[in-house]
């Protein structure tokens, strides 16, 4: 009995403890949010595939148009220039928002400045462009480090250390 009062307590304190204006919604009925899209890239020389992949985002409450944008993402506009040659990224026919080109009709080189531009199909537009750094990065530099866990975990740590290129601004990924 004492156990069944105290859930009871329990359950009207948590209860209580919810009511306030943070759960009301506006008159509308609609909690308000924005969906934009999200774009990826990267580019590099060593690449024989080029791709864009664009995302968009899922408000946590309210609309969700994401299964219209998914069904339609195909018909968005991605481009690449390198200031004198623009090409059209084709849609992958297996990856949805994923856009892509051979290396063989774009090439891609160190040095040179790109442009990307994205007009989704609902006629949102990104913008973006960047420079190819003209040094390389010493492969041979690169040392790593377990600092914890397990290599077959997914919860693995690792130190890893390169030589940078001095006087440059650089952007690393490192896929493990």
């Keep these: 009995m004492k156990k069944q009062l105290l859930s009871i307590c329990t359950m009207l304190l948590f209860c209580?403890?919810?009511n306030?204006?943070?759960l009301t919604v506006e008159e509308t009925g609609v909690i308000p949010s924005s969906d934009a899209p999200i774009v990826t890239a990267f580019l590099s020389p060593q690449d024989t595939i080029h791709t864009v992949t664009i995302y968009h985002t899922r408000p946590a409450a309210g609309n969700n148009p994401y299964?219209?944008?998914e069904q339609n993402v195909s018909k968005s506009t991605v481009t690449l220039s390198n200031g004198t040659q623009t090409v059209k990224l084709i849609p992958d026919s297996f990856l949805?928002?994923?856009f892509k080109i051979s290396a063989?009709?774009?090439?891609?080189?160190?040095?040179k400045t790109y442009y990307l531009n994205v007009s989704t199909f609902d006629g949102k537009k990104v913008e973006a462009?960047?420079?190819i750094p003209t040094g390389v990065v010493d492969t041979t530099s690169i040392a790593y480090q377990l600092v914890?866990?397990?290599p077959s975990n997914m919860n693995t740590s690792y130190l890893i250390s390169w030589k940078d290129i001095p006087n440059q601004v650089n952007y690393y990924a490192v896929y493990t």
Excluded: H, L, M, R
């Excluded at 063989?104 to 040095?111: L, P, R, T």
């Design 16 to 18: 209580w403890a919810c």
């Design 20 to 22: 306030g204006d943070f």
């Design 67 to 69: 299964a219209t944008w």
């Design 96 to 98: 949805t928002g994923v």
């Design 104 to 111: 063989k009709n774009f090439k891609v080189e160190s040095g």
């Design 129 to 131: 462009n960047c420079t």
């Design 148 to 150: 914890s866990g397990n």
